[in-house]
């Protein structure tokens, strides 16, 4: 970890943010959402899936490119929805992290600032400054509104959606305006080194206040952001299955060298050791990110060591034999994070059930039913909590928060749930409604 005067950095950064008014002065009301400052979803998409649909609609196109009176046509809704998204990403502005108001700790404004998301200013504190002069609690679960007056993780999560969708839309619709627009948006988020974010997350879920609890430097928690990285390498791969004219060998070079040292300081910084030393749905995301970056650049052998950890040790632990996940059901919002950590696992399931380039088969054997069905159980025990078969673990859940994984299970075990289980067609997150892109043909029916 980087040797920096951390308190000084930090008083100062502080200082800034008080004169700015960009913090508080008091408690705010709660915002409700457990992760309402995050809007994206590591969900696993096929690219042979993705080309293959792609063709759908190349074909479609063909046939009725004469009866269309000008006006958009397509086999599916979906396709007329990525079209409005992509057509909206293109007027967007370019993402960066470097526009913040003050610097991070570092003195660096390309490196990665965040909040702890559920620390709050002691409320038996009486000082005027709060956010500086009182100890800082944690309050799982209540997001402490201080967290939207970072834009990192927001800019983060907008690249990848953006630049993921563009160049789906340059794939599908043969369009190379939009692979431009998604070229220009990576080149300023992780090529220009002007604008570009460093290759770490060493500010990330900072603790304020003077108290025990304060940091001023980042925590092993703060590396689940990093879950959004995985949307960019998807991008970058897409692009070259569309053969994008925009998108050259030099970028590609570019963003491998970037994971590459991404990927070492996911193995090598104390917070990131840290981090790949819990046992919740922390540990699943950080293993899934670590995997998709080592699967970008090249490092196998990280894989096989990882994921075979993982499933030996750390799956037991978190799926019982009737699909409860202890270590999730714990939390204040046990039905968000089992189904958190779900969403995870199903991405998993997909990861390693892939060919591993060093011994020609799966990373793991039968990767769905570890354990005695352990994911497949999970999945079914939460949609019994919905209907109320299997106990009230949190008021008000719905099935919303776990369609992703209903689907990915029912994508390889169509008999569980065609024609059973409908899935969500209006996500309040837009991106969210492009599934039947990376869902094979033959099911999209299966889940309306």
Same mark, same amino acid.
């Given at each position: ?163 993921? =969708?563009?160049?789906?839309?340059? %794939?599908?619709?043969?369009? #190379?305006?939009? @692979?431009?627009?998604? +070229?220009?948006?990576? !080149? ?5 080194n002007e604008t570009r974010m460093n290759p770490n997350l060493e500010y990330g879920q900072i603790i304020r206040g003077n108290g025990k609890s304060a940091t001023h430097i980042g925590r092993a928690e703060g590396i689940i952001s990093a879950r959004a990285l ?53 540990? =699943?995301?950080?293993?899934?990110? %670590?995997?998709?970056?080592? #699967?970008?650049? @090249?490092?196998?052998? +990280?894989?096989?060591? !990882? ?142």
């Amino acid at each position: 970890m980087k040797l920096i005067p951390t308190f000084l950095a930090l008083s100062a950064a502080v200082a800034n943010l008080a004169q700015a008014d960009l913090i508080a002065p008091a408690l705010t009301p709660v915002v409700p959402t457990p992760i309402s400052f995050s809007n994206y979803t590591l969900e696993w998409k096929s690219l042979t899936t993705l080309v293959e649909n792609a063709a759908i609609y190349r074909i479609f196109h063909a046939k009725n490119k004469g009866s269309s009176h000008g006006k958009f046509s397509a086999p599916h809704p979906v396709y007329q929805t990525l079209k409005d998204l992509a057509d909206e990403a293109v007027a967007k502005p370019l993402y960066t992290i470097v526009n913040k108001p003050f610097l991070p700790p570092s003195g660096d404004k390309r490196d990665w600032l965040s909040f702890a998301p559920y620390w709050w200013p002691s409320p038996s504190c009486n000082a005027t400054d709060k956010n500086n002069d009182c100890p800082f609690i944690q309050m799982d679960g209540q997001v402490n509104p201080d967290v939207y007056k970072l834009n990192d993780q927001r800019n983060l999560e907008y690249v990848s959606l953006d630049t993921e =969708t563009l160049a789906m839309a340059s %794939l599908v619709f043969d369009d #190379d305006s939009y @692979g431009q627009k998604a +070229t220009d948006m990576l !080149r300023c988020f992780f090529l220009n080194n002007e604008t570009r974010m460093n290759p770490n997350l060493e500010y990330g879920q900072i603790i304020r206040g003077n108290g025990k609890s304060a940091t001023h430097i980042g925590r092993a928690e703060g590396i689940i952001s990093a879950r959004a990285l995985v949307s960019p390498i998807r991008a970058v791969k897409i692009l070259q299955l569309a053969k994008a004219r925009s998108w050259q060998k030099n970028d590609t070079a570019g963003m491998v060298d970037w994971f590459t040292q991404f990927h070492d300081w996911l193995i090598e910084d104390k917070i990131a050791i840290d981090e790949s030393n819990t046992k919740n749905n922390h540990l =699943t995301y950080y293993t899934n990110t %670590l995997t998709t970056i080592s #699967d970008f650049i @090249g490092n196998y052998s +990280t894989i096989e060591s !990882r994921v075979t950890t993982f499933f030996n040790n750390a799956l037991p632990g978190q799926i019982t034999a009737n699909g409860t996940q202890p270590l999730e059901e714990v939390r204040t919002l046990p039905f968000h994070y089992s189904a958190f950590n779900l969403d995870a696992l199903t991405y998993m399931a997909n990861f390693v059930s892939q060919r591993d380039p060093l011994t020609h088969g799966p990373y793991i054997a039968n990767a769905w039913n570890q354990t005695g069905d352990s994911i497949i159980s999970a999945v079914n025990r939460l949609i019994d909590v919905v209907h109320g078969t299997a106990g009230q673990i949190e008021p008000g859940a719905d099935l919303s928060e776990a369609d992703y994984s209903i689907r990915a299970v029912g994508i390889q075990y169509p008999k569980l749930y065609c024609k059973k289980y409908h899935a969500i067609q209006n996500h309040t997150v837009p991106y969210l409604n492009l599934w039947p892109l990376w869902t094979p043909r033959l099911l999209w029916d299966c889940f309306n």
